[in-house]
């Protein structure tokens, strides 16, 4: 399958600091690529959803203002948290998606994750 | 609205076979993913199910029914590896992935 990384694997910020999480697709152009948050023992969370070159759509209930997501090119889309507060620690996944081919698999490749933990 | 139910938790005793199952209910669909996690480990794919039927991959196969809104996962030969939450997502119209809660799997030598 395609290899999507993620980077920092983990952080510990300060509160009120801002981080920044860079998601990159390594082995093909992502045109979709999406930003999960998962609380321990919790279902996956889908916070947004990016298009390269356009607006990420947020989901209901994530604000756009705090969690700013820029997908300026096909291999690389980031996500900072700006002004991180120690409720903001999660665990943050990126996935990409390439074309979407009629009848074909239109699965999510995902990076391996960023802890983030502020205090 | 749009639903995906699957079990919370099941238990298997290594070397036997389990199946895990998922029900939905989505706007549209445009098929059928089963993920595997490990705890504080991202999701790895495991198989696509768009067409009715069984797609059989090795220790693990898939099953998908449209009509009934069904899906399982069948899991052969367990391993202690195995020992991971499984994820049903089902991508809808708009092909967004619409993701069930997870099923941790607990298998016990």
Redesign the interface.
Known sequence: ?AVVSQHPSWVICKSGTSVKIECRSLDFQATTM?WYRQFPK???M?MA?SNEGSKATYEQGVEKDKFLINHASLTLSTLTVTSAHPEDSS?Y?CSA?GD?IA?G?????????T?LTVL | GQNIDQPTEMTATEGAIVQINCTYQTSGFNGLFWYQQHAGEAPTFLSYNVLDGLEEKGRFSSFLSRSKGYSYLLLKELQMKDSASYLCAVSDSNYQLIWGAGTKLIIKP
Do not use: D, V
């Open positions: 399958g999406f919790q279902s996956l889908l959803t665990f996944i998606r979407l009848g698999h239109n699965e999510q490749f995902f990076g391996p994750g802890r």
